[in-house]
């Protein structure tokens, strides 16, 4: 991108770009006009213009699962580092999990976080409630007043709402509401003391494992209480060839139900932890799966019936990632190589095209939470990501601006990255520098 | 070889060498001087983050029988229990000379990254339910000294191989030298999807074999609902005189131990003509010692 | 490379039964005699002196076997090399120890091997038989008996060959080119 901007311009002109606009299904080759923060119909007086060329322009990347730290943690990550990693990797809206220290439960929290990351002002960050006060699965928690205050779904993630009958009645509670209950899926009297799937390698390694059941069952309940309550559900990260069939009964049975793939479980498998020597580096809850099950989440991707992918995002101090494996914390900080791990497992094998692709982490997303945006369309807000869908590079966890650095892709070559980041008319990132 | 992590792997030419390394060895245990000068001058941490008597010992010995000077790190009472992390535990030991670390660990894994962290070798004692190599080793060579040859062998290795280190050493090091493994024990204590012969059925398991391992039988395993009681593996699985004399009157049995005498194998059969179990721990010495010579006798061929 | 022959068969024959001769003749016969052949080209050696022993007194002395792998003082700085074991079954306390090898060198082979018979009992004596002396002494040993004594160079190579394990009996001097030694 050559140009002769000057610092506080907010007219810009991107020639020659490929448009793919999830939003209004469109992919064309065009010019994208932005001024004073929105989408306009052509050319003003004192635009910049930025050469396109070989560039995609997708409106509105989102990614609605990740986890910031920040009340509590931010030795792991805060809102200003989380929001300059979202920026890095080309996204625009993320949805920030509540299991913080204290957990986002009230809509005093959701105010004061939503808040925070507008005065930060890299990323529009929409605030996730918990489901149960503190998320300790016994009382439901201020739902409605959370959603007045900002809460775009409800979640208790990191750990399910494992009671069944709690989790009836709050997905009978969000459907007089507008947004759903965003649920981490695991029975834990399956998963207790694993560390890893269930199946050859973890044999192998001596490393006790969860069976991709320990997912699924979880799946399968939830999916019966959704179509008993109508309530919206949305599954969080699946992975597992019985969580992807309980999701079909469930678009057969007409019920509210959306899902998530991430992009680790899209790209890896599990032969990353013995890859990694057993390190606790590729540890990561629901674990990489093999490519039995990788295979079919691609497919579930592609036909639409995971809708979103969402990194997860977890970032974690290496200090505790060093931990010996059942100490070490769950996660992997994925902002920064969701495009590059997504383009690599979807795009350049093949199995999609860029839109729909490029669907599932924007129109994808927005539809699984309620959001609403119009697309590239003049006067709309214009959030605005550039992306060599070519370009090759290496993952070097150092460099990321996110303060997790924990990722069993370091090192891995990805093929796709996003050049541009631009928040209502503002560039956020550019070549790959965060501007602020 | 650098460090010493796994039989998963290993050459069947540097697993061959081991063995008659430790052959060659344990003549050293007959000699009225139970001492070499080979090691001279070595510095060996054991370094112990879980119990172990034999082991320990066995590691113990073998580097004082080799003139090596040998130091017992015991987890507990330690500056681990003031937080020190095992990397820094490790690191120190090696800043005060160390020339090699032998580890046991409860967390699989610990000891191939420790040796990735290391400059010294590293070598394993056993790390959670992954590996035992140098068990595995004496198993080898203990087997070899009974059977003759380890090739075409038919091994059976019977118990709770689900939970066991020793067991996965066992199948990789057997494998390697070209016996034939088979896995006996109840369905939720075999580890499925490993691609190994696998049967619940005592007779088939065992019937013919050349070897026998028999696995002991952890008790909190039937608090943990794996098994319904003792008395009940005892009758299915237990390794009893009658058993032997019939479906297997050739086999070495052989134990890794501690042995619960009683259950999953008899008295009659532990301290009869079949039992291998001394010889497994007077090999594991010479094992223990060609392991040490074989990664700090000699320039470090990387 | 230029090769010279400093024995051939009919020599090494020789030379063998003349040490045989004098371990009898120094040891007043051969009642307690025990003959260790050092591996490995030490072995054959010694059970050729334990016949020829055995043709000139009738007697069959017992032979054993070293390695001295495990007592090298250089093994730091050497690849790793493999040992097999010694057979040491034969008491030799209170016996006279005859220890065998093919060349007699820096001496730090026979150093190592006495270290390693003192593991195993304390002799009367030990005496050394060796069919080459080239030299070079690094430490004060000497052999007792002597097949040939070969004034070498540091940088020349005596190579030992013999029916048992290279098909012939040869012993041959090896000179490097452009040695001006």
Not at chain 1, 123 to 143: F, H, N
Not at chain 2, 77 to 106: P, Y
Not at chain 2, 182 to 210: F, H, Q, R, W, Y
Not at chain 2, 246 to 255: I, K, N
Request: glycine share 8%; proline share 5%; with cysteine.
């Amino acid at each position: 991108m050559t140009s002769n901007e000057t610092v506080g311009n907010t007219r810009w002109h991107i020639k020659n770009v490929r448009i793919l606009d999830p939003f209004t299904a469109t992919d064309a080759m065009g010019d994208v006009f932005i001024v004073d923060g929105r989408f306009a119909a052509g050319p003003v007086q004192g635009m910049t213009v930025i050469e396109g060329q070989g560039l995609w322009a997708v409106p509105r990347m989102t990614d609605i699962h990740v986890h910031f730290r920040e009340p509590g943690q931010e030795h792991k990550e805060d809102l200003l580092s989380g929001s300059r990693a979202a920026a890095a990797g080309g996204f625009t809206v993320v949805a920030a999990m509540p299991n913080t220290s204290p957990v986002i439960d009230s809509a005093a929290l959701v105010a004061w976080e939503r808040n925070r990351a507008r005065e930060i002002g890299l990323v529009e960050l929409w605030p996730m409630g918990a489901v149960t006060k503190g998320s300790a699965g016994q009382e439901l928690a201020e739902l409605g007043l959370m959603e007045e205050a900002g809460a775009m779904g409800f979640s208790d993630d990191g750990k399910p709402v494992a009671n069944a009958r709690m989790m009836r009645s709050a997905l009978s509670y969000v459907s007089m509401l507008g947004h759903p209950i965003v649920q981490h899926a695991e029975d834990l009297s399956l998963s207790e003391g694993t560390v890893m799937h269930e199946g050859a390698i973890s044999h192998q390694l001596g490393l006790s494992g969860a069976p991709a059941a320990a997912e699924s069952v979880m799946v399968w309940r939830d999916v019966e209480l959704s179509i008993l309550t109508s309530g919206p559900l949305h599954v969080a990260h699946v992975t597992a060839i019985g969580s992807l069939e309980a999701l079909e009964y469930a678009a057969r049975r007409g019920a509210p139900v959306t899902a998530e793939a991430t992009p680790h479980h899209l790209l890896l498998t599990d032969s990353a932890v013995s890859d990694w020597n057993s390190s606790p580096i590729s540890k990561v809850n629901p674990p990489l799966r093999p490519t039995t099950h990788r295979a079919a989440l691609r497919q579930a991707v592609a036909s639409g019936l995971v809708s979103v992918i969402a990194s997860d995002h977890a970032p974690h101090h290496m200090d505790e990632k060093a931990a010996p494996f059942p100490q070490a914390p769950y996660g992997i900080s994925g902002l920064e190589t969701s495009v590059g791990a997504v383009f690599t497992a979807l795009l350049h094998s093949g199995l999609m095209d860029p839109l729909t692709l490029l669907a599932r982490m924007t129109v994808g997303p927005h539809r699984a939470l309620r959001a609403h945006y119009p697309g590239l369309v003049q006067g709309a807000a214009a959030d605005l990501t550039l992306i060599d869908p070519h370009a090759s590079w290496i993952v070097d966890s150092r460099a990321f601006y996110s303060q997790g650095h924990n990722t069993p892709m370091d090192g891995m070559q990805l093929k796709g990255r996003a050049v541009g980041t631009m928040l209502r008319g503002v560039w956020t990132m550019r070549e790959g520098q965060v501007l602020a | 070889m650098r460090d010493f992590i796994k039989l998963e792997g290993m050459d069947s030419s540097d697993l061959k060498a081991l063995i008659s390394l430790a052959e060659s060895l344990s003549e050293i245990l007959s000699r009225p001087i139970k001492k070499v000068p080979t090691l001279r001058g070595r510095a060996i941490a054991n370094v112990f983050f879980e119990a172990s008597t034999r082991t320990r010992n066995s590691f113990e010995l073998a580097g004082k029988y080799m003139s090596a000077d040998v130091i017992n790190f015991q987890a507990s009472g330690s500056s681990v229990e003031k937080g020190e992390t095992l990397w820094d535990t490790a690191r120190n030991l090696t800043a005060m000379g160390i020339d090699a670390v032998v580890i046991r660990h409860q967390v699989s894994g610990i000891p191939g990254l420790l040796a990735d962290l290391l400059d010294v070798p590293v070598i394993n004692a056993g790390d959670g339910m992954h590996e035992h190599p140098t068990q595995g080793l004496l198993d080898l060579v203990a087997a070899k000294a009974r059977k003759g040859r380890l090739e075409g062998l038919k091994v059976a290795i019977v118990g709770d191989v689900l939970h066991s280190r020793v067991a996965r050493s066992d199948l990789w090091g057997f494998q390697t030298m070209g016996a034939e493994v088979t896995l006996v024990g109840p369905p939720n204590l075999l580890p499925a999807e490993l691609g190994v012969a696998m049967t619940s059925n005592l007779e088939e398991g065992i019937k013919g074999c050349d070897v026998i391992q028999v696995l002991r039988l952890q008790h909190e395993r039937q608090k943990g609902g794996s098994i319904p009681s003792v008395r009940e593996y005892r009758a299915l699985f237990g390794i009893t005189g009658p058993r032997l004399a019939q479906w297997a009157p050739d086999a070495c049995v052989m134990h890794p131990g501690p042995q619960n005498r009683g259950v999953e194998i008899d008295s009659d059969v532990l301290d009869g003509p079949q039992s291998a179990v001394l010889d497994q721990v007077r090999y594991g010495v010479a094992v223990r010692m060609a392991v040490l010579y074989r990664l700090l006798g000699g320039t470090h061929d990387i | 490379m230029a090769k010279a022959e400093i024995l051939d068969h009919d020599g090494m024959r020789r030379a063998l039964m003349r040490i045989a001769h004098e371990i009898v003749e120094r040891n007043h016969g051969a009642s307690d005699i025990v003959l260790v052949g050092i591996r490995s080209r030490g072995v054959p050696l010694a059970h050729r002196i334990q016949q020829n022993i055995e043709a000139i007194e009738h007697v069959l002395v017992p032979v054993q076997i070293l390695d001295i792998g495990l007592y090298r003082d250089d093994w730091f700085q050497r690849p790793f090399n493999p040992v097999e074991s010694s057979k040491i079954t034969t008491a030799i306390n209170k016996r006279v120890v005859v220890l065998v090898d093919d060349v007699l060198f820096t001496g730090r082979t026979i150093r190592a091997a006495m270290d390693a018979l003192s593991d195993y009992g304390r002799p009367q004596a030990i005496q050394l038989a060796v069919l080459v002396d080239r030299g070079h002494r690094e430490l004060p040993i000497r052999a007792d008996f002597v097949g040939k004594n070969l004034p070498t160079a540091r940088s020349e190579k005596v190579a030992v060959r013999l029916e048992e394990s290279d098909g012939e009996d040869q012993v041959v001097l090896i000179k490097p080119e452009n040695d001006d030694a």
